[in-house]
């Protein structure tokens, strides 16, 4: 066991013993994927047209985008109990329902501490390391 949790992949390893401890499903493919754009990371942050410009630039992430009509998100909607406490505390962009109008805005979730809650955000907006977009897994 020692070597499992000592080795490369230690902190896989390591969660995926916190889950059977607790008698949660161990090595489950996740439903979803975070993903923050590495210029986002810091005290600046970046501004969201770069963003976008980067989410363009690479069409298998943009394709595996949620939006507001996707069952998972619709669900978590629906009964917010079911919302994973790994997205609480951060805001999470749905790229798949991107509206562009002359405001250009993006809708994304977040946790208000007893409920979940649609916001939009202008895309100019400046955008940091708790703005995540949700992606489908990788196939």
Not at 27 to 48: C, D, I, M, N, S
Not at 64 to 91: I, M
Request: contains cysteine; glycine residues 8%; negative net charge.
């Amino acid at each position: 066991m020692e070597n499992l949790l000592l080795g490369d992949d230690g902190e896989i390893w390591e969660a995926e013993l916190k889950k059977w401890v607790t008698k949660r499903p161990c090595w489950v493919k996740p439903a979803f994927e975070l993903y923050l754009y590495y210029k986002q990371r810091g005290a600046g942050g970046t501004g969201g047209h770069d963003i976008e410009r980067h989410l363009d630039e690479l069409p298998d992430i943009a394709k595996r985008a949620y939006s507001l009509e996707d069952k998972v998100v619709k669900d978590w909607l629906a009964d917010p109990t079911t919302y994973p406490e790994e997205l609480k505390g951060k805001n999470i962009f749905l790229w798949g329902s991107k509206r562009i109008d002359q405001f250009s805005r993006i809708e994304y979730l977040a946790w208000s501490g007893i409920r979940l809650v649609v916001l939009l955000r202008w895309i100019g907006d400046k955008w940091g390391d708790s703005d995540f977009a949700l992606l489908k897994p990788a196939a």
